[in-house]
């Protein structure tokens, strides 16, 4: 039912979530068919965008009808990947680290932080909302339990690579930096740098054109 | 010579730190001239996307030649309105704020957080790595001593309507939301909704689909 073999531009997955959080309010209001053009008012992005992103993963409309919208919102699970509770691990607990682990347990309804890791004794062994911290030697044991599909990286800059090392040598391939150092990784290992200066730059421009 | 009174899409915008981020690196390695297509090489975008991104705002390159770095920086710091140290300030001070004011004061090159705000007797008067704490009643005291132009909004769900309200009372006209919550503002006020789940979302996909 869904092609997730193609060579997908990264544009279009990161569109993907948006979906998936549009479904989900119109499933809690449960609308069960939605129009492209409904999906475009409520996303900002064009319904030409949509429909062309959505024939990446296969055909889930009909013609003047439009999605049935559980079916889509499945659908979009399958794509992402995210069809199971999907378990990740924060690397780094210091004021950004526990702020992502309060975030994430509170409001993401597909992602599961199942544990956290940092060297400091004065933080190994806490507990942050029920998030175990434990030391990063035995992210491998973790990883061994759960099936860890990202690991979130929020140590400081002097202790990045290091991280990056556990992390790699666990089996974990999919890393969102929010260090603010270009990682050394494997080929086959994703990074993705979180960077916030970048949109509160973008924002600036609001803030000084409107005069 | 810079002209910003077009109706430009946010995409544009949004690659516009990306540019100056990669021309300041341009700079630091003393290169005088760039390429549109070493520029797409280095930050991923073609080499048409940024020509025609460009175009938007003024004629700055030379067919056949390329871009004077320094030049094209000064232009995109125009553009954008960082021509002078841009002045921020952070509402909420618990681990997210902290983490924020941290990461911008020691990486963020030209924007500067003046002051911070909260309502907490155990926070107010605090300095966190020379930004004050001060409560949010005196926002706009601060706005007219500086120029705010985004207040960054770190506070809990509970409390960021309220919270809202003094920034906007205050003059401040962007912000930058971390609170998952819909805000309600004047037309004249801009916000942008930080979304790390979003981020998050789409790269479970690059964890699940390589296997």
């Given amino acids: 039912m869904v092609n997730r073999n193609g060579d997908v531009p990264k544009s279009v997955i990161r569109r993907l979530p948006v979906y998936l959080r549009t479904l989900d309010i119109l499933i ?10 409904e999906l475009s008012e409520k996303t900002g992005f064009t319904a030409e965008q949509i429909r062309k992103d959505l024939t990446f993963f296969g055909a889930f409309g009909t013609r003047g009808t439009g999605y049935t919208v559980k079916y889509l919102r499945d659908m ?42 940092d060297v400091d004794p004065s933080v190994v062994d806490k507990d942050i909302l029920g998030v175990k911290v434990l030391h990063i030697s035995k992210m491998k044991e973790v990883m061994k339990e759960y099936n860890i599909k990202v690991a979130i990286l929020t140590v400081n800059t002097e202790s990045a690579q290091e991280a990056v090392e556990y992390i790699i040598k666990s089996g974990i ?11 050394i990784v494997p080929e086959n290992v994703h990074v993705h740098n979180a960077d916030l200066s970048i949109e509160l730059q973008s924002l600036i421009y609001y803030a000084t054109v409107e005069k």
Same sequence: chains 1, 2.
Avoid: C, M
């Fill in 76 to 117: 979009i699970l399958k794509i992402i990947g995210l069809d199971e509770r999907t378990s990740i691990v924060v690397v780094g607990v210091g004021h950004l680290g526990t702020a992502l682990i309060r975030y994430n347990v509170t409001k993401n309804p597909y992602v599961n932080v199942v544990a956290a890791f």
């Fill in 28 to 37: 809690r209001n449960e609308q069960e068919i939605v129009s492209s053009r």
């Fill in 173 to 183: 391939r999919v890393i969102f930096n929010f260090a603010p150092v270009k990682l």
